[in-house]
C-alpha cells in the first residue's frame, strides 16, 4: 500500500513539477540554476534578467522548493533567495526532458503517447543518476496515466487496450509500473484494487490541466481567456471527495441540528454556497430524513435546500441534480465573498436569516482577494507563512495581507450566521519544511500549485484557524482530516457562529 501511495502521488506532484518547469526551461532560468547551482541567487535579480514575473515566478520557485530541488531563504518584503540542493542539481542534469511538457496535457492518449516518446528519444542515457531519471520518467508520464486511470474507473476496472487505445509504449509503462495486468487478447485488468482504489484521485490534475498548460505564459506575463479548470471534471472530483474523507465527520456536526424535540426551533433552510453539484445538499437532506426526528415530521416541517453557485455550469448541474432527487430546493447565483448580496437575493424568495444554516466546502479558499485597507489592519504579530500567493494581477500577495483578508472575510459573514451558524468544510496546505518531510507520501505540491496559479488561497489549519478567532466567531464543534498522520491536518470541518 505505501509503495502504491508513494508512485501515486509522485506522478501528482510530478504534473505540477514539469509544467513549473517548462515555464523555467523556456525563459532560461533552469539553466541558470544549472551554472550557478553552488551559489545563492537572488530573485530580484532572475526576474530581471530574464523578463519575467515577479508574482508567477516565486510561486514557480515554491514549486521546487517544495519538491527539495531548491532551498529559500526569505529575504523580507517581496523577494528572497534561493540555492540549488544536491537533489536539485541531479534533477537539472534532466532539465531538457521538459521542453514542451505542456504537449502531455491533453486528453488524447495518442497525443500523450507520441509526446513522451519525443522526450524519451531525446534523452541522455549516460546520465549515471538512474534514481533521478527515473523519477523524471515518472513526470513524464503521469499526464497519461491519469486519462487510463480515469478511464479505467469509468469501466469499472477493465479497458480493452485493443479498442480503445493501442500504444505498446504504454501497456509497457502500465505494467512496470504495477497498475495492470494485459492478457494476449489485449484485455486489461487491475489484478489488485489498490490501484483502483487510488484511480479517482487522478482526475484532480486532468481538471487543471487547462491551467497548467498556462504556467509558461503566466511566468512571462502573457494572460489569455482561456478557462483555467475543467469545471465539470473539478464538480465530479469534489463530490467524490466529499463521498469519502467528510462525509460522515460533516453529518456528525449537522444530524445534532435536526435532532432536538424543538422541531420548530430547528433549521428551515440549508443553504450551501459553492454547492458545485449539490452532492452535500442531497446527502444532508438523505441523512436527516432516514436518522433524525425532524425526518419523521418532514411533511409538516418541509426543508428547502438552495444552492449557491458563481458559475453557470455549475447551476445547471446543481439544479439537474436536485431535480432528479426530486427535493424542494432552490439554486441562485452568488459569490461567498459577498455574503450581502446572497442574502439580499434569498430575501426576495422570503428566506430569513434566522431559518438558515448555512454550510460550504472547499470554498474559503476560492473567495475573491481584495488588498486590505491600511487603516483596519489588524495585529503584526502574525506568523509569516513562509509561502507564496499572487492576486488576480498576479503581484505577489503577503502573509499579512492574506490574513488580514482571511478575517475580513469571516466579518463580513458574522451577521448572517448568528443564529444557527456555518458548517464548514474546508482543505488546508502544509507549510514547505513539512511539504517536503511529507515527500510523496501526498500531493500537496499538485494541490499548492494548482491552487497557487489560480488565485486560490490554501493555508495550514492554524493560520485559518487565528483568522477566525479573531474575527469575533465561534467554534461550536471542529473535527480534522489527517492525510498524513502526525502531520498537520489537510481538512477542517468547523461549525461557526456569531458570538
Not at 541567487?41 to 510561486?59: E, K, M, P, Q, S
Request: aromatic share 8%; charged share 20%; with cysteine.
Amino acid at each position: 500500500m505505501q509503495i502504491v501511495n508513494h508512485r501515486v502521488f509522485a506522478h501528482l506532484n510530478g504534473i505540477a513539477i514539469g509544467s513549473v518547469a517548462q515555464g523555467l526551461l523556456e525563459t532560461g532560468v533552469l539553466d541558470r540554476l544549472f551554472k550557478d547551482y553552488q551559489k545563492k541567487i537572488y530573485l530580484d535579480g532572475l526576474v530581471a534578467n530574464h523578463c519575467i514575473t515577479l508574482g508567477y515566478t516565486r510561486l514557480a520557485m515554491e514549486t521546487l522548493c517544495l519538491a527539495g530541488l531548491l532551498d529559500i531563504q526569505d529575504e523580507g518584503g517581496a523577494s528572497f533567495s534561493m540555492q540549488v540542493t544536491p537533489k536539485g542539481k541531479a534533477w537539472l542534469n534532466h532539465r531538457r526532458l521538459y521542453r514542451q511538457y505542456n504537449e502531455l496535457l491533453t486528453t488524447s492518449l495518442e497525443s500523450n503517447a507520441h509526446a513522451y516518446m519525443c522526450r524519451i528519444s531525446d534523452d541522455d542515457k549516460s546520465t549515471p543518476d538512474d534514481n533521478t531519471l527515473t523519477l523524471v520518467h515518472m513526470h513524464l508520464y503521469a499526464p497519461s496515466i491519469c486519462l487510463i486511470m480515469l478511464r479505467l474507473v469509468e469501466q469499472g476496472g477493465q479497458l480493452d487496450m485493443v479498442k480503445d487505445w493501442n500504444s505498446l509504449i504504454w501497456q509497457d509503462i502500465l505494467r512496470r509500473e504495477g497498475w495492470v495486468s494485459i492478457s494476449n487478447s489485449g484485455k486489461v485488468s487491475i489484478p489488485n484494487k489498490v490501484g483502483l482504489l487510488f484511480a479517482p484521485l487522478y482526475a484532480y490534475p486532468i481538471s487543471y490541466f487547462p491551467l497548467l498548460r498556462q504556467i509558461p505564459d503566466l511566468l512571462t506575463g502573457k494572460k489569455t481567456n482561456t478557462p483555467t479548470i475543467d469545471r465539470e471534471l473539478d464538480i465530479n472530483f469534489s463530490g467524490k471527495v466529499f463521498r469519502g474523507p467528510c462525509r460522515d465527520l460533516f453529518l456528525n456536526q449537522l444530524l445534532p441540528l435536526f435532532n432536538t424535540e424543538d422541531i420548530a426551533g430547528q433549521p428551515n433552510v440549508i443553504v450551501d454556497t459553492g454547492c458545485g453539484d449539490a452532492t452535500v445538499l442531497i446527502e444532508a437532506y438523505q441523512a436527516i430524513r432516514k436518522e433524525t426526528i425532524r425526518g419523521q415530521h418532514l411533511h409538516d416541517y418541509p426543508l428547502l435546500l438552495v444552492g449557491v453557485e458563481y458559475e453557470v455550469a455549475a447551476i445547471n448541474v446543481a439544479k439537474q441534480k436536485l431535480q432528479q432527487e426530486g427535493l424542494r430546493h432552490l439554486v441562485i447565483f452568488g459569490d461567498i465573498s459577498k455574503p450581502a448580496d446572497i442574502h439580499e437575493t434569498l430575501n426576495k424568495y422570503n428566506i430569513h436569516v434566522w431559518d438558515i444554516l448555512h454550510i460550504s466546502k472547499s470554498v474559503v479558499h476560492n473567495r475573491v482577494f481584495t488588498h486590505p485597507n491600511p487603516e483596519n489592519a489588524y495585529p503584526n504579530n502574525i506568523p509569516n507563512l513562509n509561502m507564496s500567493y499572487v492576486d488576480v494581477d498576479g503581484q505577489s500577495v503577503s502573509s499579512h495581507s492574506l490574513f488580514n483578508n482571511l478575517v475580513s472575510f469571516f466579518r463580513l459573514w458574522s451577521p448572517w450566521i448568528s443564529h444557527h451558524g456555518m458548517i464548514v468544510i474546508e482543505s488546508h496546505c502544509w507549510s514547505p519544511m513539512v511539504s517536503q518531510i511529507a515527500n510523496d507520501s501526498y500531493p500537496m505540491n499538485l494541490v499548492k500549485t494548482t491552487h497557487n496559479f489560480s488565485t486560490q488561497y490554501l493555508v495550514p489549519a492554524e493560520f485559518y484557524e487565528g483568522a477566525i478567532a479573531l474575527s469575533g466567531l465561534v467554534t461550536i464543534k471542529t473535527n480534522s482530516i489527517f492525510a498524513v498522520p502526525g502531520l498537520p491536518p489537510t481538512m477542517t470541518i468547523k461549525h461557526l457562529k456569531n458570538r
